[in-house]
């Protein structure tokens, strides 16, 4: 005797994809979610072995860290190309166009920029600007003079009043505009550089990455003591000058505090 198969009418069917569909919708959210907080978690990573980095080195050179940078000419520049400040405490310390960005950059910002290919490599994060040995607090000039300057300088970990409070990197905005420049992250700033200060388009400068920070709408930050956490990053709303406007409530200047 032949047994015939039983086929699934169009109402299976369309239950079948209908339950997919349901599945898919509860699952996406959970799955980009888990993602961003292992990136989350790699960046935090990177900072931390950062931190450890810096006070390598402070050890090392009486307390002090190295400058934020400024001009090409600052061979004293926590991030400078012939390797000669932070890059020996790091064990993949030189970054180089085309490969692994290692603990330079983000995966949250890699998955933005895909990395610069052209006349930079992938770097996604800033120095507080603030933190000089002499210029210490002040803004920044327009253009830093070329070395030897006093901008140049690093700053003593002494001078910083209150460590476990003051900034140290965080990660920056990047450059837009399409060319060689695509994905640049300056290597020193202040608050108008990081990712999330400008919220629309309206408020950023052209050619400037605008919107939340990279982590759920937060972002990784280095502290001057080598701690990391994560927090949302301050707006233009917040300051509309451009930097802190009273001393009392501010994560950027070093000796500016209560």
Same mark, same amino acid.
């Given at each position: ?107 949250? @910002? ?87 200060? @400008? ?21 990784? @930050? ?37």
């Amino acid at each position: 005797m032949t047994v015939k198969s039983k086929a699934f009418t169009l109402i299976e069917l369309l239950v079948v994809i209908a339950i997919i569909a349901i599945l898919a919708a509860i699952l996406f959210p959970v799955f980009a979610k888990a993602r961003q907080n292992a990136q989350k978690t790699t960046c935090s990573s990177n900072l931390k072995q950062f931190g450890n980095a810096f006070l390598m080195y402070a050890d090392d050179y009486e307390g002090r860290f190295p400058s934020p940078g400024g001009a090409a000419t600052y061979v004293s520049a926590w991030d400078h190309d012939n390797g000669r400040t932070l890059n020996s405490y790091i064990a993949r310390g030189e970054r180089k166009k085309g490969a692994d960005p290692a603990i330079w950059a983000c995966p949250a @910002y890699m998955g933005k920029t895909g990395g610069r290919s052209g006349q930079y490599a992938p770097r996604g994060y800033g120095m507080n600007s603030y933190l000089r040995g002499i210029m210490i607090d002040r803004e920044y000039p327009g253009s830093y003079p070329p070395a030897p300057s006093d901008w140049e300088m690093g700053i003593s970990m002494s001078q910083i009043r209150n460590v476990a409070k003051t900034v140290l990197l965080y990660e920056g905005s990047y450059k837009t505009t399409a060319g060689d420049t695509f994905g640049y992250v300056g290597r020193t700033g202040t608050i108008t550089m990081v990712q999330g200060y @400008y919220r629309t388009a309206a408020e950023a400068p052209s050619g400037t990455s605008f919107g939340p920070g990279y982590h759920n709408g937060m972002n990784c @930050y280095l502290w001057c003591d080598g701690h990391v956490t994560s927090m949302k990053p301050e707006t233009r709303g917040e300051f509309p000058d451009g930097y802190p406007t009273t001393v009392d409530n501010n994560n950027w200047y070093a000796m500016k505090r209560r």
